[in-house]
């Protein structure tokens, strides 16, 4: 017969302060790798939610961000008339050509300067983003040195407000509206007209094309025309995969990172689990011997110590978790490494980040109560009895 799991339980209250004390510790790391879990989870959905299913990016090939493509007028108009772009009410094409540079900016109260995506959009880039939304001011003049800055600049960066100017490319640029972009990369980014901004930082070719397919099953053909036809030298992704890829460098280095945070801290909290269940082992030799001579197996034994770490573990992750979820409110700011521009993003908790720390917290309570709970199991009934 199996030892009662409430009896597993009243073990842990009897012990309060000693439970709390390496919950706590358990929690803290809890709290480290589901926090880089949700950063990672952040960074993804960020990223990812900047592209539209059916739009499709072409960039000149081998170039890994539009920072470093160039498309020429002439492959721009090939690009825009093949009979996969879908055709608005108007029947123009649904394609943007794009020019994408950085320019360097100080973040709000410091002196400290960062890099920031400037984007030159046609009149059909706008069309294109139906997540991008104005929240105030009004839209740039096409043909003008007018600009609208993403939601996370205007936040972050001095000299950004409705009115301000900026001066970049020897000019000054007047502010005129903010957007917001549902969370998405274009939250950190500053869009004006894209045959001015080609001008001012004399360019002469455009760093993307944006199109819309006619549906979403003419990608194959709309990427194989593109490959074979000896006038372009381009590739073309669908925005939620190139964007998707954008993160990669970055997801790799938080992931790294939050590992090996995350098993150094879970090397001491599991002595910390292990310490405490020995401990308990030794308080409970008279107990542990009552239990056998009651008829309990040595496997019961080993269950129940088992039960108890894991328990313990599942209190700490719970803990860890909870704190974890406050940083929903917060967001983070870093360095793009794919295209070297600053990137804001939200911690976000997924039920996939809450599955992975749940384990997680398991495991460690696990591995920190298994010699324990084997010492336990070894113990012979008469000498166990013999230290009451």
């Excluded at 020019?99 to 709000?108: A, D, E, G």
């Amino acid at each position: 017969m199996a030892i009662p799991v409430s009896y597993v339980a009243r073990n842990l209250w009897a012990r309060r302060l000693t439970t709390m004390l390496t919950a706590s510790g358990l929690a803290l790391v809890v709290f480290v790798f589901a926090t880089v879990l949700m950063l990672d989870a952040g960074l993804k959905k960020t990223l990812v939610s900047t592209g539209e299913r059916d739009n499709v990016v072409v960039i000149r090939k081998g170039a890994e961000t539009e920072i470093q493509s160039s498309i020429d007028r002439a492959q721009a108009n090939i690009l825009e008339m093949h009979p996969s772009v879908a055709l608005n009410g108007n029947g123009e094409p649904l394609a943007s050509k794009e020019t994408v540079v950085l320019i360097s900016l100080t973040k709000r109260g410091t002196s400290t300067p960062a890099n920031v995506v400037i984007r030159g959009v046609s009149a059909m880039g706008v069309e294109l983003r139906p997540q991008v939304k104005l929240t105030a001011g009004r839209m740039f003049k096409h043909g003008s040195s007018e600009i609208i800055v993403g939601s996370s600049i205007a936040k972050g960066f001095g000299g950004t407000r409705i009115g301000e100017h900026l001066r970049f490319a020897q000019r000054d640029w007047t502010i005129v509206g903010h957007f917001d972009a549902g969370g998405s990369g274009f939250d950190s980014e500053i869009w004006g007209d894209a045959d001015q901004l080609m001008q001012s930082f004399r360019r002469t070719t455009f760093s993307s094309m944006i199109v819309r397919l006619t549906r979403s099953d003419a990608f194959e053909r709309f990427k194989s025309d593109i490959d074979v036809d000896p006038r372009l030298a381009d590739e073309a992704k669908r925005e939620q995969v190139f964007y998707g890829d954008q993160s990669k460098a970055l997801s790799t280095f938080i992931n790294i990172l939050g590992v090996t945070l995350s098993v150094i801290f879970s090397i001491a909290a599991m002595i910390g689990a292990m310490i405490t269940m020995y401990a308990s082992v030794a308080n409970r030799v008279a107990e542990i011997g009552t239990l056998r001579a009651l008829g309990f197996k040595r496997i019961d034994v080993l269950f129940a110590f088992l039960l108890e770490a894991l328990l313990l573990g599942l209190v700490g992750g719970m803990a860890g978790l909870g704190c974890a979820a406050l940083m929903q409110f917060a967001s983070f700011s870093t360095t793009n490494f794919q295209t070297f521009a600053d990137l804001s993003f939200r911690f976000i908790l997924t039920p996939s980040v809450v599955a992975r720390t749940v384990v997680f917290s398991l495991v460690m309570g696990f591995v920190g109560g298994f010699l324990p709970a084997l010492r336990a199991s070894r113990l012979s009934i008469v000498d166990a009895l013999r230290a009451r």
